[in-house]
């Protein structure tokens, strides 16, 4: 988990020049594991889309009275 | 003053009758505002509503409007109606401080949509209230201009973003109050003080000249005491507008209208999985009176199973840190101290966050917003669930910057419940459905299709018909 955190926090400086803000900053970013676990989970779910998707369209496409 | 009026405080009124009565000549704008101010004397050194007030410019705007009704001249629907709005929609040549200190001396040029449609039918402003910095947490801690209190219970959270808007609208303050919501902001505080809040479909209402925090997720709607209230406000500022080019072009129905007649043979949904999740028996108690009461309304209450909440929700976890992030690179760079420790804090994991991840997560939101509405929607009409799942914490239970390790867990349980209708980009009210053992308010969330504001305003006016939580006064009035 340490090792992790040094990473994420070094990544973020060298690609963002942010610098951890402080303790709370810190622990989300330790957090960040729960996201990966997250995402590792909803693989397989995505295909290869030819198409664009739109949001805005759905919006519409599912709207009261479609 | 009219004696129809004379045994109530105006303040009391709802919008709609204050609109009214000013129109009609019961009473006059100044008064309305002078008893407005009188609550806020009264109440706002506790609670901190406020960021900033405009006491003579609004006396100058309700003279204006007392004379333009004794000279016949036009009346719009707000006409008369003084009015203070989450310090974060811009007015040009006035002060709008975003809650922060980076942007407390922040003078914008040009004015937002949806003040400017509010002002066209009468409504004036008389100051900012008070807001999460950036809008950026759903309790209402405050590093510089200080919490917000709950008007109900002082050491509780009001809920946020907008946290001024709730306290200020529950303590009679201002007869509605613009709110923004991003994963929760109108909705939390609107439950937490125990109002009327509306988070309306993504790109029904303009944006242009309203603080951004996600360009993805941002909504502007009303809190009101009522839901006539929010629907009289909504049928103003929804709608295209060319200087917000993701607006919608849907046009917009005439939602007071909508709220006539009954809900009778309307499937209404309680959901049973992820909306319950830890929820506290309060408020789990709450909902299913608040389902009996639409029953008996004629409402069909189905208990149903919702699919996609795993990932819904993993998705919206990342969409507005990564957009809050990247909005304020700059400010994190140069000036992080300069933000609550909960502010930079939660932005700072934004930037570690893979660009596929967050593409991933905008390009499922078409895909899987059709897929919730198909398996959902083709059931029932509207969803209930609590809008927030447990009663309400306290400010200090709740505050990452003094507070041990783990209270941010605490502090992000709060929006559980509401960010998922980001995700979805789907309307949702909350209206109060009753109390705490605490005496604060819990607050029942009514979500409909894309574009489905008549409905669940509909049901909520229903509901506010045969209930009277709604119209309760918090103790901080007494």
Same mark, same amino acid.
């Given at each position: 988990m340490e090792d992790f955190s040094k990473a994420t926090e070094a990544m973020i400086a060298t690609w963002h020049g942010v610098q951890p803000p402080n303790d709370p900053g810190r622990r989300l970013v330790a957090d960040l594991v729960h996201t990966i676990r997250a995402f590792e989970k909803l693989r397989g779910t995505i295909q290869f889309e030819d198409e664009p998707a739109s949001f805005e369209s759905a919006l519409l496409a599912t709207k009261e009275g479609a | 003053m009219m004696s129809s009026l004379s045994n109530i405080s105006l303040a009391d009124l709802s919008l709609v009758e204050a609109a009214d009565a000013v129109r009609t000549g019961q009473t006059t704008s100044l008064e309305l505002l002078n008893a407005c101010w009188a609550n806020l004397e009264k109440a706002n050194g506790r609670l901190n509503a406020t960021i900033w007030l405009d006491r003579e410019g609004a006396q100058e705007s309700a003279r204006a409007a007392d004379a333009a009704v004794r000279a016949g001249g036009k009346i719009g629907k707000l006409h008369g109606v003084p009015m203070a709005h989450k310090d974060m929609y811009y007015q040009a040549g006035k002060l709008s401080t975003c809650g922060s200190n980076l942007r407390k001396n922040f003078v914008p040029t040009y004015t937002a949509t949806v003040i400017e449609r509010m002002a066209a039918e009468g409504a004036y402003i008389y100051g900012g209230l008070n807001m999460a910095e950036f809008a950026q947490n759903p309790t209402g801690h405050n590093k510089t201009f200080l919490d917000c209190h709950n008007p109900w219970n002082l050491p509780y959270i009001t809920g946020g973003s907008s946290s001024g808007s709730g306290a200020a609208v529950a303590a009679r303050m201002t007869y509605a109050a613009l709110g923004s919501d991003t994963g929760g902001s109108i909705r939390l505080p609107a439950a937490a003080c125990g109002v009327t809040g509306i988070k309306p479909t993504q790109t029904r209402v303009s944006r242009y000249g309203a603080m951004p925090l996600s360009f993805s997720c941002d909504n502007v709607g009303p809190l009101t005491r009522t839901a006539r209230d929010c629907a009289r406000i909504l049928g103003i500022i929804a709608g295209h507008d060319p200087r917000d080019p993701t607006s919608a072009r849907e046009p917009v129905p005439d939602y007071e209208a909508a709220l006539d007649g009954d809900i009778r043979g309307m499937r209404i949904g309680l959901t049973e999985t992820y909306f319950l999740d830890g929820a506290d028996a309060p408020v789990i108690a709450a909902l299913e009176q608040a389902a009996k009461v639409l029953a008996a309304r004629g409402a069909i209450i189905t208990r149903i199973k919702l699919p996609l909440m795993e990932a819904i929700s993993t998705y919206m976890s990342i969409i507005s840190r990564v957009e809050a992030a990247t909005i304020h690179a700059q400010w994190m760079r =140069?000036?992080?101290? =300069?933000?609550?420790q909960h502010i930079s804090g939660r932005m700072y994991p934004g930037y570690a966050i893979p660009a596929p991840y967050y593409v991933e997560a905008l390009s499922r939101r078409g895909p899987l917003l059709k897929a919730f509405a198909q398996d959902v929607f083709s059931n029932v009409d509207a969803l209930i669930n #609590?809008?927030? #799942?447990?009663c309400l914490p306290t400010l200090e239970e709740t505050d990452i910057d003094h507070g041990p390790p783990g209270t941010e867990h605490a502090f992000l349980a709060v929006s559980a419940n509401t960010r998922p209708y980001n995700y979805l980009g789907l309307p949702v009210i909350s209206v109060n459905c009753g109390f705490d053992p605490n005496g604060l308010p819990i607050g029942l969330q009514i979500a409909g299709r894309p574009f489905g504001e008549s409905r669940i305003l509909k049901i909520a006016e229903a509901y506010q018909r045969d209930t009277d939580f709604h119209t309760r006064r918090p103790p901080v009035l007494a």
């Amino acid at each position: 988990m340490e090792d992790f955190s040094k990473a994420t926090e070094a990544m973020i400086a060298t690609w963002h020049g942010v610098q951890p803000p402080n303790d709370p900053g810190r622990r989300l970013v330790a957090d960040l594991v729960h996201t990966i676990r997250a995402f590792e989970k909803l693989r397989g779910t995505i295909q290869f889309e030819d198409e664009p998707a739109s949001f805005e369209s759905a919006l519409l496409a599912t709207k009261e009275g479609a | 003053m009219m004696s129809s009026l004379s045994n109530i405080s105006l303040a009391d009124l709802s919008l709609v009758e204050a609109a009214d009565a000013v129109r009609t000549g019961q009473t006059t704008s100044l008064e309305l505002l002078n008893a407005c101010w009188a609550n806020l004397e009264k109440a706002n050194g506790r609670l901190n509503a406020t960021i900033w007030l405009d006491r003579e410019g609004a006396q100058e705007s309700a003279r204006a409007a007392d004379a333009a009704v004794r000279a016949g001249g036009k009346i719009g629907k707000l006409h008369g109606v003084p009015m203070a709005h989450k310090d974060m929609y811009y007015q040009a040549g006035k002060l709008s401080t975003c809650g922060s200190n980076l942007r407390k001396n922040f003078v914008p040029t040009y004015t937002a949509t949806v003040i400017e449609r509010m002002a066209a039918e009468g409504a004036y402003i008389y100051g900012g209230l008070n807001m999460a910095e950036f809008a950026q947490n759903p309790t209402g801690h405050n590093k510089t201009f200080l919490d917000c209190h709950n008007p109900w219970n002082l050491p509780y959270i009001t809920g946020g973003s907008s946290s001024g808007s709730g306290a200020a609208v529950a303590a009679r303050m201002t007869y509605a109050a613009l709110g923004s919501d991003t994963g929760g902001s109108i909705r939390l505080p609107a439950a937490a003080c125990g109002v009327t809040g509306i988070k309306p479909t993504q790109t029904r209402v303009s944006r242009y000249g309203a603080m951004p925090l996600s360009f993805s997720c941002d909504n502007v709607g009303p809190l009101t005491r009522t839901a006539r209230d929010c629907a009289r406000i909504l049928g103003i500022i929804a709608g295209h507008d060319p200087r917000d080019p993701t607006s919608a072009r849907e046009p917009v129905p005439d939602y007071e209208a909508a709220l006539d007649g009954d809900i009778r043979g309307m499937r209404i949904g309680l959901t049973e999985t992820y909306f319950l999740d830890g929820a506290d028996a309060p408020v789990i108690a709450a909902l299913e009176q608040a389902a009996k009461v639409l029953a008996a309304r004629g409402a069909i209450i189905t208990r149903i199973k919702l699919p996609l909440m795993e990932a819904i929700s993993t998705y919206m976890s990342i969409i507005s840190r990564v957009e809050a992030a990247t909005i304020h690179a700059q400010w994190m760079r =140069e000036n992080s101290q =300069e933000y609550g420790q909960h502010i930079s804090g939660r932005m700072y994991p934004g930037y570690a966050i893979p660009a596929p991840y967050y593409v991933e997560a905008l390009s499922r939101r078409g895909p899987l917003l059709k897929a919730f509405a198909q398996d959902v929607f083709s059931n029932v009409d509207a969803l209930i669930n #609590p809008t927030i #799942p447990t009663c309400l914490p306290t400010l200090e239970e709740t505050d990452i910057d003094h507070g041990p390790p783990g209270t941010e867990h605490a502090f992000l349980a709060v929006s559980a419940n509401t960010r998922p209708y980001n995700y979805l980009g789907l309307p949702v009210i909350s209206v109060n459905c009753g109390f705490d053992p605490n005496g604060l308010p819990i607050g029942l969330q009514i979500a409909g299709r894309p574009f489905g504001e008549s409905r669940i305003l509909k049901i909520a006016e229903a509901y506010q018909r045969d209930t009277d939580f709604h119209t309760r006064r918090p103790p901080v009035l007494a």
